[in-house]
Each structure stands twice: as structure tokens, then as C-alpha cells.
Nanobody, 120 residues
């Protein structure tokens, strides 16, 4: 069994910063990639940022230069540093990871989500 637990969401004023964390635990053999998705009210879920097992990263255009994704392999944890936040960043943020368990099965795993609200 694998669990992803997110933390770090909250209410912040425009221009402010937040740091999201997501820790994976359980029967983990390896983690191929970890990332963050978000779903804003009335919109579809979108991939915000992703980091591979090496140093490769991906960012959606709307967050480039403002968000930074990083990963601590020793802790099976991924972070999303969000700076210069805008009201349009308001959404529920979900952690995602592609994990191979000790049974050598590979699957997508999701956290329950953490709310980020950017408002004055």
C-alpha cells in the first residue's frame, strides 16, 4: 500500500509565497516521477509541474519563473515552491507519483489534495 500526504496549502495574498510538500510512504521500490496537478473551480485538472527521477523538470507556461519543483529522493518527498502567487493560482493542488512497489507493479498514485487560495 502506498500513500501520498500533502501539506502546505493555505490562504495567501497576491504576490505572496507558499511551499507545498508531498511525502510518499509505504511499499515503495522506486519512484519514477513526482508532480503536482491542480484543479480550479469550473476548470479541468491541469499538470502544474513534474520532476523525473533525474533532474528533468516540466512546468506549465503559466507558472514558469514563479514556481519551482524539487525532490528529495531520500525522503520520497516532492516540493513545490510557489512565489509571486496570483489569484488565478487558486485551486486544489494534488500530488501525483508514478511508483513501483515491492511487488514490482507500477501505478499512478494521488494525494487527497490541498487547497491554495490567493486573495486579498
Amino acid at each position: 500500500q502506498v500513500q501520498l500526504v500533502e501539506s502546505g496549502g493555505g490562504l495567501v495574498q497576491p504576490g505572496g509565497s507558499l511551499r507545498l510538500s508531498c511525502a510518499a510512504s509505504g511499499s515503495i521500490f522506486s519512484i519514477k516521477q513526482m508532480g503536482w496537478f491542480r484543479r480550479a473551480p469550473g476548470k479541468e485538472r491541469e499538470l502544474v509541474a513534474r520532476v523525473g527521477s533525474g533532474v528533468s523538470t516540466y512546468y506549465v507556461d503559466s507558472v514558469k519563473g514563479r514556481f519551482t519543483i524539487s525532490r528529495d529522493n531520500a525522503k520520497n518527498t516532492v516540493y513545490l515552491q510557489m512565489n509571486s502567487l496570483k489569484p488565478e493560482d487558486t485551486a486544489v493542488y494534488y500530488c501525483n507519483a508514478v511508483i513501483t512497489t515491492y511487488t514490482l507493479r507500477t501505478a499512478d498514485y494521488w494525494g487527497l489534495g490541498t487547497q491554495v487560495t490567493v486573495s486579498s
